[in-house]
């Protein structure tokens, strides 16, 4: 458990240095290539700094706003607050806050930073169609997640690929509209070629080191020691198996989802309607095998 | 030659000291996890025991005549309340536990109660703090475990036995179904 959260700590570290070089370096070339200058370089640097830090703190709010979460009140869901409050008293951790999602496909997800700063995210149709022991098996899941720092990582993903994949789409496009400029006004040929062998490596670099960053965070091993550590808080390994089987026979998918927070929820949102296709590049690993290994314990 | 004899001897002795504090850090802090584990159960069966007079009174407006349940109840709480050892008190609980139940029972034949929004609350409110007494319980024991077993391996029990430290009682539960929380079916 200790050496899980010490991983995880370094394992966030470099995600979090990884992105500030990535940004300093692709916002160096955007100044370039939009006739900054001599800025072009400190604004790189103040922006690759903002970014960074801005997604340390503020990632588990992009996270919830993308995924379209309301905080709730304890008056409003005394049941969700019990179970949640009851589990992070089960694992000795300060009560998360909780938000909910108002669709009745049944799944849920933790965010945050840190224990103190976590939140736990559950569907409407979570606490429709759960009873009180399979709830409190999913809450224990989010909840060893928050325990091991697992949120940490996934949170930070999530908003480092997307501020990637945003960027070098910028770039993209300003590398079109500043090489046309360039050469209109016939200045540095060589300069501007230069640019643009540089941008079209790194362009070929990322889309697979993006993919590679998530599979880095993801990790589909991590969802299993969640289960397991998730029955040893509720003590009631059948609880979570039930839950499971309910959430994957369930068919609706979830529309607040996406391709970058899908690893985060206690089961695939997405539902891959396609099938086995996208069976290579699946985020969470079979259901059948999660509720296998809760079954023998 | 003597000189290096002197210094192996020098980071030795700092070795050991430093490891020995660590020890010592650990045992302190995992001290105080068992403490604040006690008085997370101790907060959660005082709510538990703030609730029961709600519960009670509302059950009265529709069922008056179940006065021996109430009694039950109240005289149940009252003991719990001034149990004065850890053993008295696990007895107590379990007798509130048994009271509690016997009052669903008694609700289940009044229809209107059960669809009353109030009792709905408590009743949730009832099954969330049992759940949390359970958890808090589950903590403390779990705690009070690493705590105890630090005292005992080798080396901590040495500076465990140098300080003083004592090991903790568990808590324990006689009956398994004590453990069982009140059912909740709307």
């Known amino acids: ?297 | 030659m003597g000189a290096l004899i002197l210094w192996i001897l020098l980071i030795l002795i700092v070795v050991v000291i430093l490891g020995g504090v660590g020890i010592y850090n650990r045992l302190v802090r995992l001290r105080n996890r068992c403490e604040n584990g006690w008085a997370q159960v101790d907060v959660q069966l005082r709510r538990r025991y703030d609730l029961i007079p709600n519960l009670v009174e509302t059950v009265k407006g529709y069922a008056k005549h179940e006065r021996g349940v109430f009694e039950k109840v109240t005289e149940a709480r009252a003991k719990a309340i001034n149990a004065s050892t850890v053993k008295e008190q696990g007895q107590a609980e379990n007798v509130l536990t048994g009271a509690l139940k016997s009052l669903f029972a008694v609700v289940e034949n009044y229809p209107e109660l059960k669809a009353n929004q109030n009792f709905m609350m408590l009743q949730e409110e009832l099954a969330g703090t049992e759940g949390k007494i359970a958890y808090a319980r589950q903590f403390y024991n779990d705690t009070v475990m690493k705590f105890n077993m630090k005292q005992q391996v080798f080396p901590s029990n040495i500076i465990a036995g140098l300080f003083n430290f004592k090991e903790k009682d568990y808590l324990e539960i006689e009956e398994p179904e004590a453990r069982e929380p009140v059912k909740v079916k709307f």
């Open chain 1, 1 to 297: 458990m200790y050496e899980q959260i010490t991983r995880n700590k370094w394992k966030s570290f470099f995600l979090v240095l990884f992105f500030l070089v990535l940004i300093f370096i692709l916002t160096w070339v955007f100044g370039e290539l939009t006739d900054f200058g001599p800025y072009a370089l400190i604004l790189a640097v103040v922006i690759a700094f903002l970014m960074t830090f801005g997604s340390y703190y503020a990632s588990d709010k992009i996270v919830l706003a993308i995924s379209r979460a309301k905080p709730v009140k304890k008056e409003d869901y005394p049941y969700l607050y019990n179970v949640v409050e009851g589990l992070a008293i089960a694992a000795g951790l300060p009560k998360p806050r909780c938000y909910i999602i108002d669709d009745t496909a049944p799944n849920a997800f933790a965010s945050g930073r840190n224990p103190k700063n976590s939140v736990v995210v559950v569907t409407s149709g979570l606490l429709e169609k759960l009873n009180r022991a399979e709830l409190e098996g999913v809450i224990a899941h989010e909840m060893a997640h928050i325990k091991n720092y697992d949120v940490l990582v996934q949170t930070l993903a999530v908003v480092m690929v997307g501020v990637i994949a945003l960027l070098s789409d910028w770039i993209l496009r300003s590398f079109f509209w500043g090489r046309g400029k360039r050469k209109t006004s016939s200045k540095g040929g060589g300069n501007a070629a230069a640019v643009f062998v540089l941008v079209g490596i790194l362009l070929a670099v990322f889309s697979p080191l993006i993919a590679q960053l998530l599979r880095l965070a993801i990790s589909r091993k991590r969802e299993f020691l969640a289960d397991a550590n998730g029955a040893l808080l509720t003590r009631y390994p059948p609880g979570l198996a039930s839950a499971l089987r309910k959430l994957a026979a369930d068919r609706e998918p979830l529309e607040a989802a996406n391709k970058a927070t899908a690893h985060l929820y206690i089961i695939n949102p997405l539902k891959d309607i396609k099938g086995k296709a996208n069976k290579l590049f699946s985020t969470h690993p079979p259901v059948e095998e999660r509720i296998a290994a809760l079954e023998k314990m």
